[in-house]
């Protein structure tokens, strides 16, 4: 068992920045790869970011690309997702995943991007 917390949501004009952890407990932390995806009204969940268990390997989906950056602390057991230069469109819930046994989710984290 997996259990994740995300946190660091809010509202924010377009053009700001904010930055979204998420705190892993259960399983051995460093072990496992972990996502952040996003939801946003009447969409589908789609992919943003990923992190290799050891942080070395990231892959960002191509929306974020060059604006968001996913780095994780495993001393910390916690995951961040850093996310600059943001737009209305980037409005969304963001959850987090651990990618270990059936996959995890957390609650989600509300984003509001005003224009």
């Known amino acids: 068992q997996v259990q994740l917390v995300e946190s660091g949501g809010g509202l924010v004009q377009a053009g700001g920045s904010l930055r979204l952890s998420c705190a892993a407990s259960?399983?051995?932390?460093?072990?496992?790869?972990m996502n952040w995806f996003r939801q946003a009204p009447g969409k589908e969940r789609e992919f943003v970011a990923t992190?290799?268990?050891?942080?070395?390997?990231?892959v960002y989906g191509d929306s974020v690309k060059g604006r968001f950056a996913i780095v994780r602390d495993n001393a910390k057991n916690t995951v961040y997702l850093q996310m600059n230069s943001l737009k209305p469109e980037d409005t969304a819930v963001y959850y987090c995943?651990?990618?270990?046994?059936?996959?995890?989710w957390g609650q989600g984290t509300q984003v509001t991007v005003s224009s």
């Open positions: 992190i290799s268990w050891d942080g070395r390997t990231t």
């Open positions: 995943n651990a990618n270990i046994g059936p996959g995890y």
């Open positions: 259960g399983r051995t932390f460093s072990s496992y790869s």
